[in-house]
């Protein structure tokens, strides 16, 4: 078998990620961090202020990654949603369940960053246009994911029926990236895409990339936490975990 | 034992599930109680000035015809969860998609039907000007059905819990907010002299998507609530 597909096949394994994930999670904070300390300098220091908005427009370099992440880890639940009830892999519930939490926390983060932002250049903390209701919508999907997930008692079949909810909700995604073109919104248009050439100044561009892949590295890092502790759980009866864990119940007898 | 046919079963089944409304008729006015007395609570509330009533008038019959519809989703397979009826719906050897179809066309003809029914009284009560009465109708008629199944889906999920009322409204309503801004929007394009065709065939446009995806849908919901 190719290499790279019998590797992708092994990662399907609980233990053999549960090892994975523990390798991988101190580079994954590692990078993060040094990202993002190399990117709030950018943003902070280098990038030149805004010819309209001032220095309050470097909020930017918080909202949009989070906003990015919010929509990357929404995708990245209902994909692995998807895995999950087609194929019943029990590491693609783990993971999908493991994400929610993590894109409801950027989006929360995208919707406070955002009101700030919008005090001072539009005058108003929130107004009903359709970015920010679509973001709110997508708020609320991840809490009813969240919910779900937690109200039914069978964790297998509670992750399931929540990723079965995270499917129907991608229809809002479309909506939330294209809400400023299909609109005539109050939030300004889509300025960087990665097909095409972006409407923003190279010097105020890179620290943006260069937190976009912090946050994206804090996801994986976070969301392997996450799975690494589910599967922990999920498995508890398991021989693997508990060759793992030290084992004090039986010394006794 | 030989099964019947598909269309048989459907009929069956939908002559059930009125005969079971009909012997409980005082439990299906609940819905119009309750939109009738949240319309009611707005000019309490905001004062009887024709003018402020008659500005908000569509979008409150429509919430409260929403929340309406949203209390009575969770009873829809409740009683069939109780005596047995739904796992044998799901074991059937009819398409379980169809079948729940009919309990959806089933949930809306007594649900949202009389809500329809009544929304001229509940125009009347806020003063709604009366040339936007039609287009009311018109916008309540296509949202209404799209609740029932896009909330189909989301009983499904939650059928077998025990409190799912809470749970419920916070996944039906970020999903039914689209047809809310739409059917609304209409009534208020209508009511301002603007033209109100396009939100209306938007609305219509998704209805079709949803009749035929919902009942699909949530019979593959239904599947992973029972397995």
């Known amino acids: 078998m190719n290499p790279l597909v019998l590797w992708f096949h092994k990662l399907g394994s609980p233990p ?95 919707l406070v960053t955002g009101s700030l932002w919008g005090k001072p250049t539009w005058g108003t903390w929130w107004t009903w246009d359709a970015r920010l209701t679509s973001e709110l919508v997508l708020l609320f999907l991840y809490f009813g994911v969240i919910g779900l997930y937690h109200a039914i008692e069978d964790r297998r079949q509670a992750a399931r029926a929540a990723a079965f909810l995270a499917l129907i909700g991608v229809v809002n995604l479309p909506i939330v990236h294209y809400s400023v073109i299909w609109w005539n919104t109050l939030h300004q248009g889509q300025t960087v895409s990665l097909i095409g050439p972006s409407k923003i100044a190279p010097s105020m561009l890179w620290p943006l990339l260069t937190l976009a892949i912090a946050t994206h590295m804090y996801f994986f890092a976070s969301l392997f936490a996450r799975a690494r502790v589910a599967l922990l759980e999920l498995e508890s009866g398991k021989e693997w975990v508990r060759a793992l864990l030290p084992v004090t119940e039986t010394s006794h007898d | 034992m030989k099964p019947g046919t598909t269309s048989s079963a459907c009929i069956a089944l939908l002559r059930r599930d009125l005969l ?11 819905p119009l ?67 729940i179809g009919c309990k959806i066309f089933i949930h809306w003809l007594t649900t949202a039907l009389p809500l329809i029914v009544i929304a001229p009284l509940l125009a009347q009560l806020l003063q709604l000007p009366s040339q936007v009465l039609p287009v009311l109708m018109i916008a309540l008629a296509l949202a209404t059905p799209l609740l029932s199944l896009i909330g189909a889906v989301c009983v499904a999920l939650t059928v077998g819990m025990r409190r799912s009322g809470m749970l419920l409204t916070l996944l039906v309503l970020p999903l039914i907010v689209p047809a809310l801004i739409f059917g609304a929007g209409a009534c208020n394009a209508a009511q301002d002299g603007f033209a109100y065709s396009a939100p209306l065939l938007w609305l219509a446009a998704w209805l079709v998507l949803s009749i035929i995806i919902a009942p699909l849908a949530a019979a593959a919901a239904l599947k992973i609530s029972l397995s």
């Open chain 1, 16 to 110: 053999y990620f549960y090892s994975f994930a523990g390798r991988w999670i101190p580079w994954l904070y590692g990078i993060a961090l040094v990202a993002a300390a190399f990117g709030f300098y950018g943003a902070l220091f280098t990038a030149p202020a805004d010819y309209q908005q001032g220095d309050s427009f470097r909020i930017m370099y918080v909202h949009v990654p989070c906003a990015w992440m919010g929509l990357f880890a929404y995708l990245f639940m209902a994909v692995n949603g998807f895995i999950a009830l087609v194929w019943r892999i029990k590491l693609s519930e783990t993971l999908a369940m493991a994400s929610a939490p993590i894109g409801a926390a950027f989006t929360f983060i995208t």
């Open chain 2, 20 to 30: 079971l409304v009909w012997r409980r008729r005082g439990d299906a006015l609940n």
């Open chain 2, 33 to 99: 109680l309750f939109a009738i007395i949240v319309v009611a609570l707005f000019p309490l509330a905001l004062g009887p000035e024709t003018t402020v009533l008659a500005r908000i008038a569509a979008g409150t019959i429509f919430v409260a015809v929403l929340l309406a519809m949203l209390l009575s989703l969770d009873a829809l397979f409740r009683s069939d969860l109780e005596d047995g009826s739904l796992e044998q719906l799901v074991v059937s050897p009819h398409p379980l998609a169809l079948l």
